[in-house]
């Protein structure tokens, strides 16, 4: 039984790192307020604390990364001449406010605005009042460490593999590794090292320290060691700091093995986790690319193409039976899944996950068959899909 599921956790980011730290495991530094933190003289980083997010959606609210250069920028920051993305230039403003004397209630307010799209968005299918959302939204202050960001989860079908994406701490759009492991040996790595901030040897070399380190942490006793979360932290120097635990879905090893190959019109995913029994199972999968059809969450819902609706399907990761994923080759998987939140719910929260490419045979033109077949009839548009995994491989067909 995980603890901390009967607990209140009003700032669970917060309040596991430092049962994680008691138990001996590193964590980086923390502040009691943006004023400590800045005080301090070092980088940090913001991070929203909520009491949803230690079983709930993931990436909701921004974190905001204090660095030396956006220090020595905010002060004299100018809209008229600054450069970079919104998010960048917002940031920087909320920074030059604060460091002109504004106060953390101001500052953590004017960040909190820069997700107020998708707290409005979580909010209206939550049924929650905004008010009372925000009423329990803080933030913590965590040293920001340099080295690799690290998430690695255990695999729940099949028992001694891991999945773990790295990113480096600068740069993480073009230096980042998603490796498999199994039986403490890189099974796959796909990623990029554009920038040379990435070493790919190190992180095969380190391979058995990273699952280590995970079993290390998910068998302490306020967890559930049956449980496959993803456990964020911070590579530093061959040291793991813990940043995160965030639960995904008990262990449910697969019962056989898929040995025969394609048959007629079946596809073969590029990408499984889950598994499913021998028989397999058929799940009416939903497509649809409008946006009228994400207005309200479904109790259950046997199978979805991921729609890109971020608030929206990551809310539905958990309540899936099947995530079917539409990418066309490993190397696109491991950019998304190490960079953004929501690709690694749709990989290790459903109970089983997809990957297929819509370009071969039965999955051709689909995606513009549904949304013509949705308009014409006013009806979410669904085609029944056999799906047979057993964790390693996955056959997938449409039933004509």
């Not at 990436?59 to 204090?66: D, N, P, R």
């Given at each position: 039984m995980d603890s901390f599921l009967t607990i209140p956790l009003p700032q669970p980011k917060l309040m596991v790192a430092d049962y994680v730290e008691s138990e001996g495991q590193p964590v980086p530094e923390h502040c009691d307020s943006?004023?400590?933190?800045?005080?301090?003289?070092?980088?940090?980083?913001?991070?929203s604390e909520h009491p949803q997010e230690y079983a709930?959606?993931?990436?909701?609210?921004?974190?905001?990364?204090?660095?030396?250069?956006?220090?020595?920028?905010a002060p004299s920051?100018?809209?008229?001449?600054?450069?970079?993305?919104a998010l960048d230039r917002a940031l920087l403003r909320i920074l030059q406010k604060k460091l002109a004397g504004g106060s953390d209630k101001e500052f953590e307010s004017n960040l909190t605005e820069l997700s107020g799209d998708r707290i409005d968005q979580y909010c209206r299918l939550m049924n929650v009042r905004r008010d009372d959302f925000l009423k329990d939204l803080s933030y913590s202050y965590w040293k920001l460490l340099g080295g690799y960001n690290q998430s690695i989860i255990a695999d729940n079908a099949v028992p001694g593999r891991y999945h773990v994406f790295t990113t480096a701490a600068k740069a993480p759009s073009v230096n980042y590794n998603y490796c498999m492991i199994e039986g403490a040996r890189v099974i796959l790595s796909k990623g990029s090292n554009l920038g040379g901030l990435l070493d790919e040897d190190a992180i095969i070399k380190g391979a058995a320290?990273?699952?280590?380190?995970?079993?290390?942490?998910?068998?302490?006793?306020?967890?559930?060691?049956?449980?496959?979360?993803?456990?964020?932290?911070?590579w530093v120097d061959g040291v793991h700091y813990f940043l995160q635990y965030h639960r995904t879905r008990d262990a449910e090893p697969a019962r056989f093995k898929l040995t025969e190959g394609r048959k007629g019109d079946e596809v073969e995913a590029l990408f499984v986790r889950g598994a499913t029994p021998p028989e397999g199972i058929v799940v009416n999968a939903a497509i649809s690319t409008d946006s009228q059809w994400r207005t309200k969450l479904f109790e259950y819902e046997e199978a979805s193409y991921n729609w890109g609706e971020e608030v929206y399907d990551e809310l539905m990761t958990r309540r899936r039976c099947v995530q079917l994923?539409?990418?066309?080759c490993l190397e696109v998987l491991a950019y998304n899944a190490c960079v953004g939140h929501l690709p690694r719910s749709f990989m290790f929260k459903p109970r089983i996950s997809v990957v297929t490419n819509f370009s071969d045979e039965s999955f051709r033109g689909l995606s513009r068959q549904a949304a013509e077949e949705t308009r014409r009839t006013g009806v979410l548009f669904c085609v029944p899909l056999l799906v047979r995994s057993d964790g390693r491989r996955a056959l997938a067909r449409i039933l004509r």
């Open positions: 943006c004023d400590d933190a800045l005080a301090s003289g070092d980088p940090f980083i913001v991070r709930g959606a993931s990436g909701l609210l921004t974190s905001f990364k204090v660095t030396a250069e956006r220090l020595e920028a920051y100018d809209d008229a001449t600054g450069r970079g993305s320290t990273f699952v280590d380190y995970y079993e290390s942490v998910r068998w302490l006793k306020k967890f559930d060691p049956s449980h496959c979360p993803i456990i964020e932290c911070q994923m539409n990418k066309s």
